[in-house]
């Protein structure tokens, strides 16, 4: 089982950006593109159908023919999508937008455009850590990509794992 | 009291009836009705016939039996011919009034009641002119009728020669008033003034003249008055202190006794009396005056005619400052009513020039931050290139150079797929490496050849060479694609700055449409457009304007037409001439429409996102739109509504008008 990272941005060097700026995860992690929403739900359907966990969705807010948010509250009432941390990178979500994206899809970040890489980086780990968290995944196969501290200190407490 | 008779000016129609017969009507029951006549007629013998009806009805039907006659007088008895008859004397008044003749005399009635509570009506409508008691002293109804015709003679029939023989020259008649105060009261003001002088001079002997400047104050604002001023020259003004300064109350209306109100109140002077002109006076004290009087009893009635004539005098004043008044509050209140109105149109033309000028610094500021933004966007353009160019020569001296250029070159210009088409070649790549970690290396390295990626796999240098020079390559070709676009909105905010060039004449606007629709094709793949073109001249246009004014106007539907696959996107392009001078092309959409609250104010420029969406030019668009056809002199309309969204834009044939400022 790997976890796998969702980024879901329409326009290509933006996306290529991103992945690259991720690239140290990629070893690891699953990384996935979407540039529309049909394409997200496709590739969502994949990582389950290959019993992956679709642990991240980085997502854009502007996208053809709706929002990220709107995605990302869809995406809220999805079984496939339990536990699944979401970010919205975004340049454009006004203040109402982002509201709506926080009480209903459960927002976790928010990373405004243009990003820092490291800083990108350290979001994307210490999210991994949280799903993993969250998840009650065994966090031991996924180290290189978590917070490392952090996880191991909760697999002491917990003891069963 | 809106039918008051006019009782002026009603003198017969010409010469033929100057020497008319004059009747007096006598209406009363017989036989006083005899016994008043013969009293009556003793007074107007020498003027008037006296002739008798029993009520007003038979009254009536004398007169119209004579119409010839004028009529002065009616003397109407309260008393009537049948007593079971209860006419109230209003209504009797009221039957004679059917007669135009009777309508003009004037009405005396002869009365033995203590009390009349029927004659309301008559004297609002001023139809009773005298109430005399009878049985009276002999002679006096023979008098009062004389003294009443000959009123009514001087007042409607002045150059009847009767009237002439029996009226002074000025009007009045020719017999003078009997009592003292009435007589003094019809001479003027001065006369009767110099007549008071007189009488008291008698009593006191002469009094002195003083002869004083204009300027002079004569009575003083707030002091005790213990003497009157009488102005025999000159004018005296009555000025009263306020906190607006000194209000003229009197001027024409001061009267020729200075003080006697404040005399007569024994109080202090409610004005200042001043000389306007110099003045010849006499001064008497309280004292003197009051000598005058207690000797000589007559001289009070030429005191009492001073102070009437002087209180009449400053009580019509008084009313017409009234009236003036309230037609100046009048004047006042419509003009505070105009400036209110003006007020608010100013706060609305405040307020429309501040939108204005809002918008206006936002063109400018759109046109400076695309001044700003050229000359990097420019460099970072070139500088791209340079980057490719440069590296493609490191890459020349490089053992690996061919493969390093060519992995670069094919990266940097890769064309692009959909994240679908992607992942599909990369799940390829991973069956035949079947390990997925170098399997994406290799993909992100632009290799999709299995057997290529697996050479590449077994020489670690050149994989890590290779995945380097492909991320130049992408790396460059974000580069230069995110420059472009930069440089595609500082053109657009450009556009809206300024056009540019020289109207080009003999252009075909249907081809500037299809070129549009033809740029556009990527966007309008699921659109069906109807075109419905009609004959038109060819114009004098600035084309590349009209292109980006076309452009802007298929966007703008475009974005109203939204992006739902399920719904038919129509638009239709419809084109005409509406007359010799000018073209219309119409834009219309299916879309959704433009929300009412923004509709007024589409064409404003604008920075919008809605929806997370930035809509086409930062929401220049029709702003820019609007630019365009207002340099080209045209008109453009916008009417939207949800299923029907159309744009309208009218165009001169003659093309942009000469002196067109280009400048906006």
Known sequence: ?161 | MTDVIDRAGHEGSGAGDRLAPLWVLIVAPEPLAASIAEEVARGLTDIAEVVCADDAAAACVQVSAHPDRIVPLVLMTASQAFPGLADSIDTRIATLDTQAVLRRASILLLTDQALHDDLSLSVDRDRLHAVIRIPGSPGVLAWHARAQAVRWLSAHRPSDPRTRALVATDGRPVAQPESDLLRLLELDTQEVATQLLAGIERVLGPRPRLLLPAGTRLIHEGVDVDAVLVVLRGRVALDHASADGDLRLHHDSTGSVVGLLSLAQQQRAFFTARATTEVEVVHLSFEQLDRALAVDASLGAAMAAVSIRALAKRLRRADQLQVEKTQLNHVLERERRQLSDALHQLEQARLELVEQARYATLGEMAAGIAHELNNPVAAMLRATTYVGEDLERVLASHPQGRLATEIFTAERERAPRSTREERAARRRLQAALGDVGLAQRLFDAGIEDPDRARALAADPPSLDLAEAVAGIGSAVRNLEVASRRMCELVTSLRAYARPKGDPVAGVDLHAGLEDTLRLMAHRLRDVEIERSYGDLPPIRCHPGELEQLWTNLLVNALDALGDDPDELRRVALITDAPDTGHVRVQIRDNGRGIDPDILPRVFEPRFTTKQGAVRYGLGLGLAIARRIVDAHGGAIELISRPGCTRVTVTLPVAGPPDDEDIET
């Open chain 1, 1 to 161: 089982m790997k976890l796998a990272l969702l980024i879901l941005e329409d326009e290509r060097p933006v996306r290529e950006a991103l992945r690259r700026d991720l690239a140290a995860f990629a070893r690891h992690v699953r990384i996935e593109e979407a540039e529309d929403v049909p394409t997200a739900l496709e590739v969502i359907e994949e990582i389950d159908a290959a019993g992956d966990r679709l642990a991240l969705v980085m997502a854009d807010h502007r996208l053809p023919g709706t929002s990220g948010v709107d995605f990302l509250i869809g995406l809220a009432a999805d079984d496939r999508a339990f536990a699944t941390r979401k970010v919205l990178v975004t340049g454009q979500a006004d203040q109402d937008d982002t509201i709506r994206a926080i009480n209903e899809a459960g927002l976790d970040r928010y990373v405004a455009k243009p990003w820092q890489a490291d800083a990108l980086r350290d979001l994307v780990r210490e999210q991994l850590t949280e799903f993993v968290l969250a998840a009650g995944v065994d966090p031991l196969p996924h180290l290189a990509v978590l917070d490392a501290e952090r996880a191991l200190s909760i697999v002491r407490e917990r003891g069963d794992l």
